[in-house]
C-alpha cells in the first residue's frame, strides 16, 4: 500500500511537523518504507553555512514512519502514536539537502498499547543510520 503526504496527514496528528514525504511500501502492523526529500529550503537550514540534517529529525522520520505502520491496524485507527524512545542508535554518516531519505521500520513486537521496532535510513542505498524505537499508542 503506498501514502501519498495528504493520506499520511489524516493517520498522524503532525500536520505542521510531519516528517516524511510519502509511504512507498505498507504493511499494517509489520512495517512501513518512508520517502523524506531533505530540501535546502528548510527552515532550519536558513543561514547554515554547511547544512547538514541533525540526526534527532533522522530518527524522528523514523518514527513518523513506524507510527504509520501502527495507526493503520484496525485496532489502532483513529488513536495517536507516541515516540516512546530510542533504546540504540548509530549514525554512519551525515545527510545534506538533496539527499533523499529512504526510511524502514520493521515492527517486531506489539504488546497493548506499546510497540517496538527496527529502523533503517538510507541515502542512495547507504546506510546513515540503524536504531530500535518504542512507540506508545495513545
Do not use: N, W
Not at 31 to 52: I, K, Y
Request: glycine letters at 8%; charged letters at 20%; hydrophobic letters at 45%.
Amino acid at each position: 500500500m503506498k501514502l501519498s503526504s495528504a493520506e499520511i496527514k489524516k493517520i498522524l496528528p503532525h500536520r505542521y511537523s510531519l516528517l516524511i514525504d510519502r509511504i512507498e511500501e505498507l504493511e499494517p502492523g509489520k512495517s512501513a518504507r518512508a520517502l523524506r526529500c531533505v530540501t535546502e529550503h528548510e527552515a532550519l537550514f536558513t543561514g547554515q553555512e554547511l547544512a547538514v540534517l541533525p540526526e534527532t529529525l533522522i530518527i524522528g522520520s523514523l518514527a513518523q514512519t513506524g507510527a504509520c505502520a501502527l495507526l493503520t491496524l484496525p485496532e489502532f485507527v483513529g488513536k495517536t502514536a507516541y515516540f516512546g524512545g530510542t533504546k540504540a542508535a548509530e549514525f554512519m554518516c551525515p545527510v545534506y539537502p538533496g539527499d533523499v531519505l529512504e526510511l524502514e521500520v520493521k515492527l517486531e513486537k506489539i504488546k497493548s498499547s506499546i510497540g517496538s521496532g527496527k529502523a533503517t535510513a538510507k541515502v542512495a542505498g547507504q546506510v546513515v543510520c540503524l536504531a530500535e524505537l518504542t512507540f506508545m499508542i495513545g
